[in-house]
Structure formats: C-alpha cells, structure tokens
C-alpha cells in the first residue's frame, strides 16, 4: 500500500481552529524571509542543524501515511542535556501582536515537528523553540517551551486522528468512485466520429501520467472526450482529482454539464466549480479578519460540519450552492469553496489556479505528490495568458498620486513614494533622447534604482497598512502596493524570456517587465501534475505550440480530422476586399455589399467578425444606413454576462438576425449554436493583431520565425476559432466567408483545416453564384 505523503506543514493546517485571521502582513517578505531564515540560521554556533529533514511513517490495516517537512534548526544543547528544535517565522510585527490563533498554529506545528525528531533521536524531553526574526530591525524575539514526548505524542495522535478520519472517507469515496467508474459505459450511448479515438488517447496518456496535445476539430465532443477518461484512468494512475481549467464562464458551463451527466449515467464523483474571491466576497473591500468580517469568526471551527452537510445534500457545487450554504452557517465562501474542493473529484476554474505564480494553489502543488490531472480546454489561449500571468506593470502616476493623498495622513509613505516617482524621473532621465524620441524604450535589464525605491515603498506601505486604518485613501494605496509586489516578485524571476518596457501613454509613464516567451513558467506548472491534457480545435501550426506551452519533450501529438462531412461546409474567399487598415475606408462600401449577398443568399442568422472595435463600428453604421430591414445585434466592449447570454438568446432556430462581432472575443470562442441557430460566418481580415511595441518585442526574440509568433500564428488561431462557430454537429449545415487577399498566399492556405476547400471569388457575384449553388439542396 502505498502511503499518502502530508507535510507538517499542511497537517497543522488542517488541524486549524478558530477564526480566519489574514491581518495585513508583510507580503514583500517572501525572498526577505529566506533570507531572514538564512541569516538566524547562520549565526547559530556550532552543532546547530539547518533544514533538517523528519518524517515517520504510519500504517494501519486500511490506510497508510507518512507526515514530514524540514525543521528550520535543530542541536543538542550541552548545558541542559536536551535535543532542540527550532522553526523561525519571519514578519515586520512585534510579537505580542500576532493573533492567538495565528500563534496556537505556530506552536502546533513545532510541537509535532517536536514529536517526530524526538522519536527519531529517542529524546523524553525537547526543547521547542519559536524565533521570530524582525526584518527591519534585524533582531530576534524567542519564545521556549520544554516538552515532554508523551504530550507531543497525544497531540501527535489527535492530530492524525482528526486527519485519517477525513482521509479514510476520501479514500472510501475514490474506491467507490473508482469502481462506478471501472464499468460505466460513455453516458451519450454511441461516441461521434472521432471522440472515441480522442478518449482512448486521454485514458493512456492519464494512466502513464504523461502530457499529450491534441488538436480536435470543433463539435467532435472534446468536453466529455477528455472528462470521462481521465476519471475512468484515475485508478490506474498517480492522481486523485482532475483540474478542468478554462478561462471562459461557457465552457466550464460545459464541464459542469457534462459531469452532471456522468452522475446521472452511475458515475460516482463530486465537482466543485472555483469561483475568485473578489466575485464571491461577501464583504467586499474588507479585511479577511473577525474585526472587520462576521463570515470570518470561527469559521475553522465551524468549516467541517459545513462541508459534511454539503457533502450528504449535492455532489456539485456552483458558486450559487457554495454562496448558500456560506450565507447559512456565516462563514467565508471563498474559503468554504478552496476546503471543499478536497472532497471532490473534479475541480472547475481558471488557468490561473495552476499556472500563476501568485494564485496557484499551493495546498495541491507545493507538495511533492504530483497527484492532479489538468485538462486544459482551449489551450490556444495559454500562451498569451501565460505572458499576462508572468508579466507585471507599475504606473508612475500611481505613486504620483500616492504622494500627494498621503501627505498629511502618512509621511513616510508619502516620502517613498515620492522616491519612486524620482527614480522613475532619473531612469527618463538616463535615456531622455530616446524617450522622447519614440515614446517608449526597451532594456533587458533590470532597473535596479527603480527596484531599490520600490522595495522602500513596499516596506514604508506595509507598516501603514498594518495600522488597519479605514480611510478613502486604503483602496488606492492597496492597489498601487500590490502592483508594486507584483512588479517586485516579477523582477525576482527576470531573466532572457523578458523584456524591460518604458513608455508613455496619453501622458502617462508605465513601467513593465514583459515576458515574451512564457513557455519555461508555463512548463514549470506542467511539472506540478501528474498528467497534463492540452486541447484545442486551433493548435496549428504543432511546432508553435510545442514551443510556446512549454510542454515536456516527451509529450505525445495527436490530430483528430474532422468528424462532419467535408460537403456540410462551403467556405469562399472574398480576395477582391482590402481590410489592411489603409484600404478599409475605401472598402468598406464592397465589405458591406459582401455581407448583405451572404446573408439574403439564405434565410437564417449569421455573425461578422471584424478584427478591431473601430472597424465593426464602421461597418455597422454603414450596414444599418444601407440595409435597415435587416435585424442586426452589434456586440459592445464592454458588456456583463446578461448582456452576452440576451445577445446569444437572439440566434434562434428559424430566425434571421446579422450579429457584428470581434475576433477574439466573447463571441468568437465557446459559443455553441447549434441547428439553424448560426449557419454563416464572415470573417473580416486574417485576425492579425495589432501592431504594438509588444508584439514587436514577441518578433524580435524568435529571430527564427518572429513575425509568425508575434503576428501570424496568433492572428490564424483566432480566424480558426471564430469559424469554428458555424458546424458544430453531423446536421449542422453552413458557410464561411473569410475577406482578405492574403488567403490566397500560401503561408496561410497551409494553415487552413485540411478538410475546407475554399473558393476563390473575384467579385460579390461569384460569391452570390457558390451560396446558391451551396444551398439549392438543403
């Protein structure tokens, strides 16, 4: 039997009680407390032992465990005869401040630490020591406890108690989960043509726990093609739980969906959709500590018996069924959701969750376990939003203003401040020509006067913030503090994939460290998992993304063709229309005729996908002054999801509506309108994305291909995903017409589905004559 690993560090978690207690802390202190550590550790005399590593190993007929970790230091003191041991807290707080219940946990974790280095050396008595070290004023507050071994042994044994009765129940759900799975037939009956081969690659590669990309055409199934394997091969491989991750509110709509009904058809499993913390927050702008927060009083004492009535009324749980329950037992939601997720099987939520530096869950992935499956949907979207993930951005303005908020309330706070606003000065200063001469300059290295004033200010917000203070100035300093940490914890793991951007904009100054290649950070995550599916219906061309996601060497490739007839589809290509921005004012009169010939060729609804907001606003004015008969739904730059879903409720079987859209938008990806509910596409340019200093930055760090990664491939994904909208089953029936000469380059006739067999029109009248042949017999 192999025994389930839990650190020190997480059973003393788990073994929490009292209130949620996150009073403002020095965040900035994470290499600070390394370093703190380091510096006690090393003025320690002789015979002291850092980092030393325990563990102790436990077996029972039905379970076994292994509980270990490091201990800060550790020594055998000659003046007292006795083993010590040492755990060292780092913070910019005196003592007498930290929270009992903050300071209960510290000692419970030394005193189990305490338990398994005793049984180790055979000691009856310890000492146990707690140091805290004060990182601005470099000096140590120690706290001693001499214990004996048989009350470190009844702690030792409540605490695995209280573990093993929660980890007994979860292993008798994964044996019963396991066995509903062993025989459970594919829930929809027959598979569609292709989702079986796709399912049957997800179960291999998830029982070898490897990483395989796959490109699966739209409509195939790809949601229930990767869930219902991947849960089926859990028993045959090293993982517990699978991570569906996708960064869109529709598709992890689909995911619940689709678990649901393997429930309905005998699956036995539990899911759990995580939901961030700023749209679920019951006290929104308030501290999460009792003070200021009734849903964080007790909420340790009160987490457990929650989660076991959840667990007897659902086995699915939204964000409306974690709210409720929360709002019932006044306890924290977001909290409830991320403890609830270890009863269950399948975890829903953003890419973040996994891949951020800053966000991703550590209860799973800071162990050495590798006990998570993650199936990444859309994956075509993970190259960019690794870059957002490992990139941050400060605004001189910011500190500008913090300045001045602050001058009276808070001078120290104001006075770092302004040393950051006069590093940002001395740092135009240095490159004032440039500057001025093109508004921006790029370094790859980092700014290291900025990062010194930056690092005061953090220090100098911190003691304010600590204050607990409730003025209108909070919010703001927050703010401009945790873009300062982000930009600091960045700066740490800078290195050749960034770039260091300075510009101005609109008169206003920003500072950023860019990340132009995210595939090491990426690959990094990839390595926190024990099996990593990446799927798409866009992931051409492979060697762009093999480069780009960071996938391990040895990850599989596989491409589905598609599953629907090739005579299902008619795709034209309308070259005769210039979209390049300097031809679209004289064009859009022929772009506009070009749509009104698609959509009165055939009675339905159609979407026009445009590649900037500019460009459909043009279009639409034109098109609604031209042709006001038609019905038209124009999408917005900003809309909510009631917004979104009334826009969608409009594409209705039998209808005849002409939707106005952005290519990469909400619209373009994870919508499903199936039937006569969309039967045509015109896609309006190749979807390059437009010319900017980043973009450029993307070009001229892959000197081998860099047009293609900045502009090309990323532009291509987008017209893919967006066409993709019109056949999403066997009796979907419809057209695709993309407008731009470049379609007939090669460079992107070679990126084009295998399947399309585009025709090439010189004029609206071509195009009129391929639609009424296409639909004279459907």
Known sequence: MKPVSISVGQLTDFCRRGDINFRFSAKSSALEGIRGHQRVQKSRGEGYVAEHPVSMELRTADMALEVGGRIDGCWFEQARGLFCIEEIKTLRVEVEDIPSGVLDSYWHQVQLYGYIA?????????????????????????????????????????????????????????????????????????????????????????????????????????????????????????????????????????????????????????????????????????PCHPDHCEYAIGYYDQVQDTIDTMLDETAHFDRS??????????????????????????????????????????????????????????????????????????????????AKTLKNIAPAVMKAAQKVNRAFLGYKKQY?????????????????????????????????????????????????YFDTLSFLRTAENFDVDYAVLFRREAKKHSLKLFCMDPSRQLGEGFERLASTICFSATMQPAEYFRRMLGASGAANWYRLPSPFSAANLQVNVAGYIDTSYKGRTQSLSDLIDLVQCVITARRGNYLVFFPSYDYLQSATQLFEERFPQITTLVQQRKMSDEDRQEFLGAFTEGGQVCGFAVMGGAFSEGVDLKGNRLIGAIVVGVG??????????????????????????????????TAGRVIRDEEDRGTICLVDKRYRERRYLNLLPPEWEPGFCEDSTAIKANLESFWRDR
Not at 184 to 190: D, K, N, Q, T, V
Not at 254 to 264: F, R
Not at 352 to 357: C, L, T
């Open 118 to 286: 005793g049984c180790q050396v055979g000691a009856e008595q310890l000492i146990l020591r707690l140091c805290f070290y004060h990182l601005d004023r470099k000096s140590e507050t120690v706290l001693e406890r001499i214990a004996d071994i048989r009350d470190l042994a009844g702690i030792f044994v409540d605490s695995i108690g209280l573990f093993s009765t929660i980890l007994g129940q979860r292993q008798e759900w994964i044996a019963a989960r396991n066995g509903s799975m062993r025989d459970l037939e594919f829930p929809y009956g027959e598979f569609r043509s292709g989702q079986r081969d796709m399912a049957v690659s997800v179960y291999r590669a998830v029982a070898d726990d490897r990483q395989l990309i796959i490109e699966a055409p739209t409509g195939i199934g790809k949601t229930m093609a990767t869930l219902y394997p991947s849960i089926k091969a859990m028993e045959s491989s090293a993982a517990d739980r699978v991570f569906y991750l996708s960064a869109k509110t529709s598709t992890q709509e689909l995911a619940q969906i689709a678990l649901k009904d393997l429930t309905a058809a005998g699956a036995v499993l539990r899911s759990i959709v995580i939901t961030s913390k700023e749209k679920t927050c019951f006290s929104p702008g308030q």
């Open 432 to 480: 004032g020509e440039e500057f001025e001469k093109h508004g921006h300059i790029t370094r790859y290295e980092i700014p290291e006067s900025l990062v010194s004033a930056m690092q005061t200010f953090c220090s100098s917000a911190e003691e304010e913030l600590r204050k607990e203070t409730y003025g209108s100035f909070r919010d703001q300093l927050l703010d401009c």
């Open 688 to 721: 390059l994305p437009q010319i900017g200093i980043e973009r450029d930055l993307i070009r001229e760090h892959f000197p081998e291909a860099g047009f293609e990664y900045a502009y090309q491939y990323p532009g291509l994904v987008k017209v893919l995903q």
């Open 321 to 402: 069924t974690i709210e409720r329950a929360a709002r019932r037992d006044r306890i924290c939601p977001f909290e409830l959701g991320l403890d609830l997720s270890r009863s269950c099987d399948a975890i829903i939520a953003d890419y973040n969750y996994v891949f951020d530096p800053v966000v991703y869950l550590r209860r799973y992935f800071d162990t050495n376990n590798r006990d998570s499956i993650a199936l990444v949907d859309e994956a075509h979207n993970l190259v960019d939003r690794g870059r957002d993930m490992f990139s941050a951005e400060v605004h001189k303005e910011s500190y500008l203003s913090i």
